[in-house]
């Protein structure tokens, strides 16, 4: 249907929900061009600025650095921080959180082995961290953050020396792509559709990233709907046009008495 700026508008065709975590919305009909616009600016945001959280450093028993290998693990360091790394973890109310592993048998450890604290909830409990194939200890402390998007090691400032840190991936969004088709508006066949593919980590389901998405999109286009495109800060300015502390008397401030009666003979008050 057109709006009042004669452009159409589109409008939901199809959802199609295979999972919570996988999702494909098509959308129908875009003005000519409109529909690369749309997809891309979702994409983006998605992929870049959704909120998380991630494992960002951890510290294992026996180990100092990354190129090495644990006694009686199957895995070497590098592998078991991939594997910490693609771990799909929920915060709930707190911003940051440690987590323990301490595990003395032979088993394949998975997340259900990690130790819990309140506001902290693992996805997937079967995702594999390492495997134990020794009667060995293997202990470990991992700090999960929340935030947004990637955010490299190296970045990271006031770094534990003791702990090995990760490259923060905090977006939920695994995957999305997009493609435009040719839609068609009774004569009109220049027209886009756009089709929305999208997965998640299960942090948080595939229909509340799409909302969430454009929810930020939208946010970041509301200030030039204002009809008058003034910056707040430029708002705060005009509020004043001049100093308010030219407004305050003489006596409110504190000036000696000789100045305050040389003020005051001149009629200034």
Known sequence: MEDKLNVLAPEVIKVD???????????EPFERGFGYTVGHSLRRIMLSYMPGAAVTEVKIDGVSHEYGTIEGVKEDILDILLNLKDLAIKLDGVSEA?????IKTPKTVTASDLELPAGVEIIDSDHVIATLVEPKK?????????????VPAESKKDKNVDSLHLDA??????????????????NRTDLDKL??????DGTIDAKQAVKYAATIMQHQLSV???EELVSRKEKRK???????LLL?????????VRSTNCLKAENIF
Do not use: W
Request: charged content about 35%; proline content about 3%.
């Open 169 to 186: 991936i905090y977006s939920p969004v695994k995957r999305v792509n997009y493609k435009v088709e040719n839609a068609r508006v009774e």
């Open 195 to 200: 089709v929305l593919d999208l997965e998640t």
């Open 248 to 256: 305050r008397s003489i006596e409110e401030l504190e000036l000696t």
């Open 238 to 244: 005009d509020k004043y046009d001049f100093d308010p």
């Open 138 to 150: 293997l202990v470990m402390t991992m700090k999960v953050q929340s935030g947004i998007g990637y």
């Open 224 to 226: 030039f709907v204002d």
């Open 98 to 102: 440690e987590v323990k592993l301490n």
């Open 17 to 27: 929900e295979v999972d919570k975590n996988n999702l494909r919305v098509v959308l």
